[in-house]
T-cell receptor, first 117, second 116 residues
């Protein structure tokens, strides 16, 4: 069975602080995919990044960066110089080959990030 | 513009009534999904469909039904058998195997259902 754990239920920071959202996953699959989604107050889930299990390179996109470490089964997300618009719920998700070709997602419970001015 | 639309945004239903939530996509995606989100929880899969006229149960299918008569459309019916239907419902779609992003699901804006 697959599992995603986001231990931080809520995080509150002041604008311009850096913040890291943790994600730990469990899977027996050799091939799997990890995702981060952002859910602003409007409710829609916005896709941020996808990473497959064979690509452990860290990625940076503007103020966002992701650290994938297979050794610790973690896929952490860092926002540098946070802004009020970053306030949202962030979900980490996992899909794997054991789910077949339907790419079923297993979600963590999400981390509510509040960035205060 | 290409995207996924869900309607209505807010829906109120009396206990004992069936209600159908709409999900339409013009992205030419093959697969479509329905998820349920409860406060403070992650998303749970209700049903999914990889091709027209075919769909499979997800983790919490009881009390729900779907159809996939057209590639673009995947409506979800919440029946009176669903014990606790008040929730936020999200529809997603995914490109086919010919796409570089075939493993990625993209989500619609959601429908908030409240049972009175």
């Amino acid at each position: 069975a697959q599992k995603v754990t986001q231990a931080q239920t809520e995080i509150s920071v002041v604008e311009k602080e850096d913040v890291t959202l943790d994600c730990v996953y469990e899977t027996r699959d050799t091939t799997y995919y990890l995702f981060w989604y952002k859910q602003p107050p409007s409710g829609e889930l916005v896709f941020l990044i996808r990473r497959n299990s064979f690509d452990e390179q860290n990625e940076i996109s503007g103020r966002y960066s992701w650290n994938f470490q297979k050794s610790t089964s973690s896929f952490n997300f860092t926002i540098t110089a946070s802004q009020v618009v970053d306030s949202a719920v962030y979900f980490c998700a996992l899909s794997g080959e054991s789910g077949g070709s339907n790419y079923k997602l297993t979600f963590g419970k999400g981390t509510l990030l509040t960035v205060n001015p | 513009d290409g995207g996924i639309t869900q309607s209505p945004k807010y829906l109120f239903r009396k206990e004992g009534q069936n209600v159908t939530l709409s999900c339409e996509q013009n992205l030419n995606h093959d697969a479509m999904y329905w998820y349920r989100q409860d406060p403070g929880q992650g998303l749970r899969l209700i049903y999914y469909s990889q091709i027209v006229n075919d769909f499979q149960k997800g983790d919490i299918a009881e009390g729900y039904s779907v159809s996939r008569e057209k590639k673009e459309s995947f409506p979800l019916t919440v029946t009176s058998a669903q014990k606790n239907p008040t929730a936020f419902y999200l529809c997603a779609s995914r490109p086919g195997s010919g796409s570089i992003s075939t493993d990625t699901q993209y989500f619609g804006p959601g429908t908030r259902l409240t049972v009175l």
